[in-house]
Structures are given as structure tokens and as C-alpha cells.
């Protein structure tokens, strides 16, 4: 970890997080997170955009998904700062449509990474695209999973990111976003 991380008080909190949700010895914390480090909910949506028939295992999936990540919001609340109002987590994906001012929806919850170093093994490095820098609010149930694949995973729950910058960073299109989970969530 570089210097600059280790003076981010966010980083540290969702780190803290992370630590705490890792090491939990719950049973069904331990199932979503081999169906996550299993890609579970990978391919859910077609080349349009649109969420594919669920199989009853992988609506079982998301089910426990969202008892456990509502169990560890409550359980690990101490472990939240204060002092913070957001964490920032990375996504890479191999979309190339202009993003900018945009709002995507995912109906399903998702995989995003502590690191970007993990988030660029997603990237299409044939067009360089895309990163996704997500500001994700600190009230904002998740999982942190350990996954020995992709490293540190926030598994985020169905929601929106608000698109509201593109850049080109070191070459790599970046869309910057702020999440907002589904409403109830």
C-alpha cells in the first residue's frame, strides 16, 4: 500500500470493515462468498443491458446476500467512521459507450474492489476502457469478501451510479460515480 492510502481515513475505515466482515466465522457469510469468488452473479445481463432470467439457486444466492450484508450492517456498525461520508471502490468493465451525465442501473448486486490494480484485470485493453471510481456513501450495506481470485471485494447491493465525470487517466477511460443503493435496501 502506498503512502498516499495509508493518510486516507476512508481506506482505512473500509479496511476496518473489511477486516471485521473477513473474519467472521458466519456459516452463510462463508456460502455468498464462495458464490461470489464462484462468479455467481456473473453474465446476469445480456449484451443490451438487460437482466436474464434468474435461476432459482441464483435468486437463493441473492437472497442470503442481502440477510447476511443486513445482519453485518447492524453487527459491524461500530466499525463505520463518523468522520467520513463516503468510501471509493473501483469497478473495471469492457463498456465503451460514453458514459458522462448518465445513470446505470444494476438490479442485482455486484462485485467492486478496494484496489484499482484488481479492477484493471476487468478492463478491455484494446479500447482502454473502462474504470469505474464509485463514491459509495457510508450508510450503504455490503460485503467485504476476501476473494484469492480478485482480491479485496465490497460486493455492493442493487443500485444506481450517477455518472458524473469521464477522464483519461494513464490512458484508461475512467467514469467517476457516486452509488446510490436500491430504495429499501
Known amino acids: 500500500m502506498n503512502e498516499e492510502k495509508k493518510d486516507d481515513p476512508a481506506l482505512n475505515c473500509l479496511l476496518a470493515l473489511y477486516d471485521c466482515h473477513t473474519a467472521d466465522k458466519n456459516s452463510t457469510y462463508r456460502e455468498v462468498g464462495d458464490g461470489i469468488i464462484d462468479d455467481m452473479l456473473m453474465g446476469k445481463y445480456d449484451k443490451q443491458g438487460n ?5 432459482k439457486r441464483v435468486e437463493d444466492f441473492i437472497e442470503n446476500y442481502y440477510m ?29 459507450q460514453n458514459l458522462k451525465n ?27 476502457c473502462c474504470i469505474w471510481v464509485i463514491k459509495v456513501p457510508t450508510d450503504t450495506m455490503f460485503l467485504c469478501i476476501d476473494n484469492p481470485n480478485e482480491g479485496k471485494e465490497v460486493v455492493l447491493p442493487a443500485g444506481k451510479f450517477y455518472v458524473s465525470a469521464e477522464k483519461v487517466i494513464e490512458g484508461i477511460t475512467t467514469y467517476e460515480c457516486d452509488f446510490e443503493a436500491e430504495k429499501g435496501l
Not at 467512521?81 to 463516503?86: A, G, K, L, P, T
Request: glycine share 2%; aromatic share 14%.
Open 51 to 55: 437482466l436474464r432470467k434468474l435461476s
Open 68 to 96: 447476511v450484508a443486513r445482519h453485518f450492517y447492524t453487527k459491524y456498525q461500530s466499525c463505520r467512521c463518523s468522520d467520513v461520508s463516503h468510501y471509493t471502490v473501483y469497478r473495471g468493465s469492457s463498456t465503451t
Open 102 to 128: 448518465m445513470t446505470v442501473v444494476s438490479t442485482i448486486p455486484f462485485s467492486t474492489s478496494i484496489e484499482t490494480e484488481n479492477a484493471l484485470n476487468w478492463i478491455n485493453f484494446k479500447t482502454n
